[in-house]
């Protein structure tokens, strides 16, 4: 097998599922469900607009996350006061603990994965990634 970007790619991202995997387990949060968490961890007093913008995926997606983020005890909605076809999200103790966890998960694996390069290579092959992404 040639060994090119996208074998690398793939081989990054299976050990990045292998780590989240051990590592998340115990808190019963998928991968889907993480990406929520930090978005609404990250954002005070949010709306699911906000955070399916954010995500980048559709309302009717959002919200069926969301939903079961709430129905797990994860998220909590409140009514918004100034208009009540809207809701804010918040964490919940359960969510904010699964927000620490989710990301620390990520910047463990990072650190992990960038001791291995000298302070150089790890901003060349930041800087040589973004490109290919532009």
């Given at each position: ?45 949010c ?55 989710s ?32």
């Amino acid at each position: 097998m040639k060994r090119n970007l996208l074998f690398y790619m793939i081989g990054l991202r299976s050990s990045f599922l292998d780590y989240y995997k051990e590592r998340m387990e115990e808190i019963n949060l998928s991968k889907g469900q993480q990406y929520f968490i930090l978005a609404i961890g990250s954002s005070k007093m949010c709306s699911p607009n906000s955070i399916s913008q954010l995500v980048k995926m559709d309302a009717g997606h959002t919200t069926r996350y969301i939903n079961k983020l709430v129905d797990s005890g994860f998220v909590v909605k409140t009514p918004n006061p100034n208009d009540g076809r809207s809701c804010f999200l918040e964490l919940t103790i359960k969510g904010k603990e699964a927000y620490k966890k989710s990301r620390n998960v990520f910047a463990d694996w990072i650190d992990n994965r960038m001791k291995r390069l000298s302070h150089e290579e790890g901003k060349q092959i930041l800087n040589l990634l973004a490109k290919l992404l532009e």
